[in-house]
């Protein structure tokens, strides 16, 4: 069963990518410091890894950050000008042929370029100056799990080094493989949210701030592994209308930190009640879970810019006990290729 | 009839914005020249203007835009320099805390800020050095209709006058009140549409490029009118995993503008085809029609860039007629304020 052992190996690829990662993210950031602007460009998994690389870029290392729309690349014709920014680009393959065309646009207009990626002889990395191999071992499932969340280390390397290189104060990693052991360990508590979740033909996945990523991932690995439409949202751009949509039938899982973000997920959780939802959390606040019907709650150490990653490992335990309660293929789900070449 | 007379007032404010907006979309657009980058903030319907406002900055201006994060202003507290960027927020009210936090914090670190709002007097308004005014007249649906085409217009004039000052060709906006006109006339199309559609638990909305808007707009309005989940994405993202969950049973909403994006649009339509799935198409691409189960298919020469607009105001009469047949009450939305005010 290769998903679950991929899931199982993220404690060991975290922490080889930690080792060799910092020196190779200090000597990347270099050109990265004089960027007035960064874009990230990604598909799929990739492109939760790059909102939340986003979050960690614009907050850590105060550089105003676009998601990438490859479109106007390869429709359009028409990119915006990199030359005074810089790019980054992420395909756990490489083989993404729009990421691609993004990179070797920016490098055309002399703009640094990156490739993260687990291929170091891939096409998205021929596209670019520079590569950040993941370094995660083969992944024969076709849902990204080491992948996602190697992607997501490499990305706050990098925005760790690039606030360094610009003067700011820059993140502690610590304890980030322990919180991952911890996250990886919750296998029985995932298990009973799914068990809990059911039948439901449909869910809600909420995050703010540096969860949102972990939301629309935690949706596409419940859409791909258990074929259960999971409707990722921001908690402030659900209360902007789709919330009005919430029957009881219908439960929400919701990610939510310790910190900054914890009132509001706590007030979301109480208006929710209210109006007849079951909650189901994936958090490191014991305020949150104790206003949840069900939660897994972890209790590692961990900066709140980190959480996302070890929450996204309990993400995908939960969508992995979810597919196989309803007696999906997890290895080869209905319709989806391991590498999609959309461009 | 609120709603329907707030949709059918469309190809008035439109001129009169066409008319008002040029000189000052022209002196706005200034500030605007010198700046790095661009960040648009704004929720909800704005948010989704927003989208189509960064492929029109990007594509026409050549200026790298990112949408917000506005949770690093006001819950983290570590928001990115915007100092030699731009920021244009966007509300409709001008209610909006979030939004307007952002551009205070945009404005302390002297960054010019453009508030669009149909609401001169807000919040919102006071936060921005400049103010672009919808003038559309008190909106009392529940649901944004004329101020959302409206603000798509504000944003196509500033990024047409951008273009300008930086020197690049600038957009015609030739023929646009015509299209408007024509997408408001298509009322008997949109709602055979909604007929075909039926009951239907859910729906998936495709746009690419500068549909992705489109589609993220008509997906909202479909929630917050008629209480149906509609799920929307880029159909190049659908193709990255969501895909493999197409049933028989639901329907796919195509926005597809002939022009860059129209072969992707085809080839689309032959795969869910394939998969036994019913595409409705809004179009004016013939190709794209002819494929589809059924199809609006509008007709006015109008440019790719800004078909975005009219077909919004044919995804309103869509939401509306979907609404109407299942007995929805479309002037007060089960669950929803005029005002949402997040932090």
């Excluded at 922490?15 to 993210?25: F, I, S, T, V």
């Excluded at 105060?62 to 106007?72: F, W």
């Excluded at 395909?91 to 170091?120: F, H, K, M, Y």
């Excluded at 990305?155 to 606030?163: D, E, G, I, P, Q």
């Amino acid at each position: 069963m290769s998903l679950r052992s991929e899931i199982a190996e993220q404690p060991a690829v975290i922490r080889r990518l930690l080792e060799a990662g910092w020196p190779l993210a200090r000597s990347l950031s270099r050109p990265l410091a004089a960027a007035e602007h960064l874009t990230i460009a990604a598909r799929g998994s990739s492109d939760n890894a790059a909102v939340y690389g986003k979050y960690l870029f614009e907050s850590l290392a105060g550089v105003v950050t676009a998601l990438a729309a490859p479109s106007l690349v390869t429709r359009y014709g028409t990119p915006p000008s990199f030359a005074r920014g810089a790019v980054i680009g992420i395909s756990q393959s490489g083989a993404a042929p729009d990421v691609a065309a993004v990179l070797a646009e920016a490098r055309l207009s002399r703009a640094p370029t990156i490739a993260i990626t687990n291929n170091v002889r891939s096409l998205l990395a021929r596209s670019a100056h520079d590569v950040f191999p993941l370094g995660a071992g083969p992944e024969r499932s076709i849902a990204a799990t080491k992948t996602y969340t190697a992607t997501c280390v490499a990305l706050a390397l990098l925005a760790a080094n690039s606030a360094e290189a610009r003067g700011r104060s820059a993140l502690s990693l610590a304890g980030l493989v322990d919180s991952v052991i911890e996250a990886e360990a919750a296998e029985r508590e995932a298990d009973r949210l799914a068990r809990r979740i059911g039948r439901a033909r449909m869910i809600v996945v909420l995050g703010r701030g540096y969860e949102y990523a972990t939301a629309l991932e935690a949706a596409l690995k419940v859409k791909e592994l258990a074929g259960v439409w999971a409707e990722p949202y921001s908690s402030a751009d659900f209360a902007h209308g789709p919330i009005s949509l919430l029957e009881p039938g219908i439960p929400v899982l919701l990610f939510a930190a310790r910190g900054a973000a914890q009132r509001e997920a706590r007030a979301m959780s109480r208006t929710l009640r209210k109006r007849g939802a079951r909650i189901y959390a994936v958090t490191n606040d014991a305020g949150t879970a104790e206003l949840a019907d069900d939660a897994v709650l972890l209790g590692a150490p961990l900066s709140e810019a980190l959480t996302p990653i070890s929450f996204a490992v309990v993400a995908q335990l939960f969508a992995l006990s979810l597919a196989t309660r309803r007696g999906r293929d997890v290895e080869h789900p209905r319709g989806l290729s391991k590498v999609t070449r959309t461009r």
